[in-house]
């Protein structure tokens, strides 16, 4: 059964850093592209930052361009989105992702399997 479980979430001040985490399973994680997503209240699912299983292809949204770092550790099944200078507008809840995807359009995932939880991020003073 293939599940993403998304952590490392929180409230941080404007300015602040997280590192969100994403463990996958029932799945092999380096032969699919990854990829982190958000949802913002009353918004829809955007794409934020993704990596193709090749490592060739890499895409970062304009909003979070210089400030997020995707990586992968594919011997742990885990996939990380580090999260530097954070703003208000970078609070949602936070989705990861795997599948097939062209290496040059990584977030065009055709997932393994369905969105887990998420992890929820709120940057407020």
């Known amino acids: 059964q293939v599940q993403f479980v998304e952590s490392g979430g929180g409230l941080v001040q404007p300015g602040g850093s997280l590192r969100l985490s994403c463990a996958g399973s029932g799945f092999t994680l380096n032969s699919f592209a990854v990829g982190w997503f958000r949802q913002a209240p009353g918004k829809e699912r955007e794409e934020v930052s993704c990596l193709s299983n090749s490592d060739g292809g890499i895409y970062y949204a304009g909003s979070v361009k210089g400030r997020f770092t995707i990586s992968r550790d594919n011997a742990k099944q885990l996939v990380y989105l580090e999260l530097n200078s954070l703003k208000p507008e970078d609070t949602a809840v936070y989705y990861c992702?795997?599948?097939?995807?062209?290496?040059?359009?990584?977030?065009?995932?055709?997932?393994?399997?369905?969105w887990g939880q998420g992890t929820q991020v709120t940057v407020s003073s």
């Open positions: 992702l795997a599948g097939h995807s062209p290496d040059d359009r990584p977030c065009e995932i055709s997932p393994v399997g369905p």
